[in-house]
């Protein structure tokens, strides 16, 4: 079992900075594909970033590519997303989330691969 808990959210206006982290406990993380996805009020959720295991590759939404960078440390199990240039629209619970090494490439970008997920940080932008 993996738990993850995120952290970093809050408010911040349009065109600031956060970072999120995702601390995970009950495994290493090195052997999971890792995934940050975030639900807005009223939709469903979607996909944001995803990195692989060693964290040589990492994929994106077209809504926040060139905008946010998800990277991890898997000495300190732990997976972040910095998202920069936040707009309102990025306002959403943030979710981060564990799936197996072996489907990031094909699914990398899909809730079905990932096993695992946190309970979510609110992040909100004002405009």
Not at 16 to 29: D, F, K, N, W
Request: charged share 15%.
């Amino acid at each position: 079992q993996v738990q993850l808990v995120e952290s970093g959210g809050g408010l911040v206006q349009a065109g600031g900075s956060l970072r999120l982290s995702c601390a995970a406990s009950g495994r290493s993380l090195s052997t999971y594909a890792m995934g940050w996805f975030r639900q807005a009020p009223g939709k469903e959720r979607e996909f944001a970033a995803a990195v692989s295991g060693g964290g040589v590759s990492t994929m994106y939404a077209d809504s926040v590519k060139g905008r946010f960078t998800i990277s991890r440390d898997n000495a300190k199990n732990t997976v972040y997303l910095q998202m920069s240039s936040l707009k309102p629209e990025d306002t959403a619970l943030y979710y981060c989330a564990a799936g197996p090494e072996t489907g990031y490439y094909s699914r990398g970008n899909r809730e079905t691969l990932y096993d695992y997920w946190g309970q979510g940080t609110q992040v909100t932008v004002s405009s």
